[in-house]
């Protein structure tokens, strides 16, 4: 059996991440409760809804077991909506976890038909399937921006301009895009590495 891991199913596109998660073999379950948290050893903040997702967890009781399971050393991994939510500032009223020191800028790059592709240099992953390419496609959608970073915080990977889209605090890892709506699975792959640490 894999390493067990969760996926925050409160709103969002959460329902990818658990079959990435799983055709890699992982342990994959959905979390709605607290009582869900128990024994994993990573968690999935999906992209959705920032503000909504916070307000779910907070009605649900999540937020302090969340941040209890990162303290226990759990990986934890917040995509698009999921990275706004690890964040000790998004520049607004809403409920953050405060666990990775990043400053996020929420909808950086404009609305939904803003949303693009880039590819993106990402020297900590594996190399692609090729045995070369260091290079993942990444999509926005409605995407933050990771503004600034601490100095226990390190980027993995920018835009042309310098934005930062993806960081990483030990086994804390935030990426403004959604790596589930591709078919490259090195992200997934990252994460549970730090889970499996």
Same mark, same amino acid.
């Not at 880039?118 to 190399?127: M, S």
């Given at each position: 059996?894999?390493?067990?891991?969760?996926?925050?199913?409160?709103?969002?596109?959460?329902?990818?991440?658990?079959?990435?998660?799983?055709?890699?073999?992982?342990?994959?379950?959905?979390?709605?409760?607290?009582?869900?948290?128990?024994?994993?050893?990573?968690?999935?903040?999906p992209g959705g809804e920032s503000t909504t997702?916070?307000?779910?967890?907070?009605?649900?009781?999540?937020?302090?077991?969340?941040?209890?399971?990162?303290?226990?050393?759990?990986?934890?991994?917040?995509?698009? /909506?999921?990275?706004?939510? =690890?964040?000790? *500032? %998004?520049?607004?009223?809403?409920?953050? @976890?405060? #666990?990775?020191?990043?400053?996020?800028?929420?909808?950086?790059?404009?609305?939904?038909?803003?949303?693009?592709?880039?590819?993106?240099?990402?020297?900590?992953?594996?190399?692609?399937?090729?045995?070369?390419?260091?290079?993942?496609?990444?999509?926005?959608?409605?995407?933050?921006m990771i503004e600034s970073v601490g100095p226990?915080?390190?980027?993995?990977?920018?835009?042309?301009?310098?934005?930062?889209?993806?960081?990483?605090?030990?086994?804390?890892?935030?990426? /403004?895009?959604?790596?589930? =709506?591709?078919? *490259? %699975?090195?992200?997934?792959?990252?994460? @549970?590495? #730090?889970?499996?640490?």
């Amino acid at each position: 059996m894999g390493v067990a891991v969760g996926v925050l199913a409160l709103q969002g596109d959460f329902h990818a991440h658990l079959t990435v998660l799983q055709h890699l073999g992982a342990e994959a379950r959905a979390v709605r409760l607290p009582a869900q948290l128990a024994g994993l050893a990573g968690l999935v903040i999906p992209g959705g809804e920032s503000t909504t997702i916070g307000k779910l967890a907070e009605a649900y009781g999540l937020m302090q077991p969340m941040r209890n399971l990162a303290a226990q050393g759990a990986a934890i991994w917040g995509t698009c /909506a999921g990275a706004i939510l =690890l964040s000790r *500032d %998004a520049h607004r009223a809403q409920p953050l @976890l405060n #666990l990775m020191d990043i400053t996020v800028q929420r909808n950086a790059f404009g609305r939904q038909v803003d949303s693009f592709e880039a590819q993106l240099h990402v020297p900590a992953l594996a190399a692609g399937k090729d045995g070369s390419s260091r290079t993942f496609h990444a999509i926005f959608i409605r995407a933050p921006m990771i503004e600034s970073v601490g100095p226990e915080v390190e980027v993995l990977a920018t835009l042309p301009a310098g934005e930062i889209v993806a960081a990483r605090q030990g086994r804390l890892l935030a990426t /403004a895009f959604h790596p589930e =709506l591709t078919t *490259d %699975a090195r992200f997934h792959e990252l994460f @549970l590495q #730090l889970a499996g640490k």
